[in-house]
């Protein structure tokens, strides 16, 4: 006697007792596969590579060293970003004198050539809106000319939402 | 009226779209791990710079590394997101919870790695700061003023790494 599958619909009426009606096994397979499909597509995202920019902050900061300052410190090299009115169109203060980011790295760079980058630490400093996008580029700038150590100054006072209290 | 004798009829059962199906559940399994993985990121713009290296150009040791990230809430305040845990950076004042926080990393990552101070009393024990870009940066110093106080200064800014010009 020949064997039949199940639900391949032969001779299978509505009211045939099958679960699924005349209709084939394979619809449900293709359904289910479509819905796992049309999941995968809909939450699909490209994955950017995330980078890092390493930085080594001065240590201690604007708090005491536990141990002795170095013999032979460097000598600060202080920017400072004064806020744009939109990102990108910030100003940088470099040594008293007012740069854009085009400008940034060829100032340091410039600054740099005399006694080599191992001879600075960067003080940033900073407008109370500048946004972080803007002052990144300045440690970029840094790592561009090869200053190692990239540190900020605080804001103080009034300007400081909290009064400065960080 | 006579009574049929009842028809039986063989039974084959197709394995084919069974393993099919549990290939695809499979897929689905691994690939909703993985995101769940990189769930733990909060989503930002992060700033450009050309500079930037991706973890595997970087030289040093990645263990034990610290993720900080500032996450911007609806009400347009930020939090520091350390691990699962958020942070207030207002709240309690100079961020004092977010200090402590990662004072209590670190002298976890000094018993389990075996991290000693530098020179100057600073860590060594690496930190990832994912900051947006457009973050002002009162909010920015409030991480960093937590950092700083925590001795941890080997910092790596999160960046996307953009070409040359």
């Given at each position: 006697?020949?064997?039949?599958?199940?639900?391949?619909?032969?001779?299978?009426?509505g009211e045939s007792g099958s679960a699924?009606?005349?209709?084939?096994?394979?619809?449900?397979?293709?359904?289910?596969?479509?819905?796992?499909?049309?999941?995968?597509?809909?939450?699909?995202?490209?994955?950017?590579?995330?980078?890092?920019?390493?930085?080594?902050?001065?240590?201690?900061?604007?708090?005491?060293?536990?141990?002795?300052?170095?013999?032979?410190?460097?000598?600060?090299?202080?920017?400072?970003?004064?806020?744009?009115?939109?990102?990108?169109?910030?100003?940088?203060?470099?040594?008293?004198?007012?740069?854009?980011?085009?400008?940034?790295?060829?100032?340091?760079?410039?600054?740099?050539?005399?006694?080599?980058?191992?001879?600075?630490?960067?003080?940033?400093?900073?407008?109370?809106?500048?946004?972080?996008?803007?002052?990144?580029?300045?440690?970029?700038?840094?790592?561009?000319?090869?200053?190692?150590?990239?540190?900020?100054?605080?804001?103080?006072?009034?300007?400081?939402?909290?009064?400065?209290?960080? | 009226?006579?009574?049929?004798?009842?028809?039986?009829?063989?039974?084959?059962?197709?394995?084919?779209?069974?393993?099919?199906?549990?290939?695809?559940?499979?897929?689905?399994?691994?690939?909703?791990?993985?995101?769940?993985?990189?769930?733990?990121?909060?989503?930002?713009?992060?700033?450009?710079?050309?500079?930037?290296?991706?973890?595997?150009?970087?030289?040093?040791?990645?263990?034990?590394?610290?993720?900080?990230?500032?996450?911007?809430?609806?009400?347009?305040?930020?939090?520091?997101?350390?691990?699962?845990?958020?942070?207030?950076?207002?709240?309690?004042?100079?961020s004092k919870s977010l200090r402590e926080?990662?004072?209590?990393?670190?002298?976890?990552?000094?018993?389990?790695?075996?991290?000693?101070?530098?020179?100057?009393?600073?860590?060594?024990?690496?930190?990832?700061l994912r900051i947006g870009e457009d973050?002002?940066?009162?909010?920015?110093?409030?991480?960093?003023?937590?950092?700083?106080?925590?001795?941890?200064?080997?910092?790596?800014?999160?960046?996307?790494?953009?070409?040359?010009?």
């Amino acid at each position: 006697m020949a064997r039949k599958k199940i639900g391949t619909g032969e001779h299978h009426g509505g009211e045939s007792g099958s679960a699924h009606g005349d209709r084939p096994w394979v619809f449900f397979m293709v359904d289910c596969f479509f819905l796992i499909t049309q999941f995968f597509v809909l939450t699909f995202k490209f994955k950017t590579e995330e980078s890092i920019l390493p930085q080594h902050l001065p240590p201690g900061g604007t708090v005491r060293p536990t141990t002795a300052v170095p013999t032979n410190p460097k000598e600060p090299l202080r920017i400072h970003v004064s806020s744009g009115s939109s990102r990108g169109t910030a100003v940088y203060d470099v040594m008293n004198t007012k740069v854009t980011l085009a400008d940034l790295s060829s100032k340091l760079a410039a600054i740099v050539s005399t006694s080599g980058p191992d001879r600075y630490t960067v003080r940033i400093s900073y407008d109370t809106n500048a946004q972080w996008g803007d002052v990144m580029a300045v440690i970029n700038a840094c790592t561009k000319v090869k200053i190692s150590e990239c540190g900020f100054v605080p804001l103080h006072g009034v300007d400081a939402p909290g009064g400065g209290r960080v | 009226m006579s009574l049929k004798k009842a028809h039986v009829i063989g039974v084959e059962v197709d394995m084919v779209p069974l393993i099919d199906i549990i290939s695809l559940l499979l897929m689905f399994l691994i690939m909703v791990g993985d995101m769940a993985k990189s769930a733990s990121n909060v989503h930002m713009t992060l700033p450009r710079a050309d500079m930037a290296i991706n973890d595997t150009q970087y030289s040093k040791k990645l263990e034990g590394r610290i993720v900080v990230q500032l996450e911007k809430q609806k009400d347009s305040r930020y939090m520091a997101k350390v691990e699962n845990a958020k942070f207030d950076l207002v709240e309690g004042g100079a961020s004092k919870s977010l200090r402590e926080y990662l004072e209590r990393l670190v002298t976890k990552r000094q018993a389990s790695m075996k991290v000693s101070e530098d020179s100057l009393g600073g860590f060594s024990i690496p930190v990832k700061l994912r900051i947006g870009e457009d973050a002002p940066m009162y909010e920015v110093e409030r991480v960093m003023m937590a950092l700083a106080r925590a001795r941890l200064t080997n910092v790596q800014y999160a960046a996307q790494k953009v070409e040359r010009h």
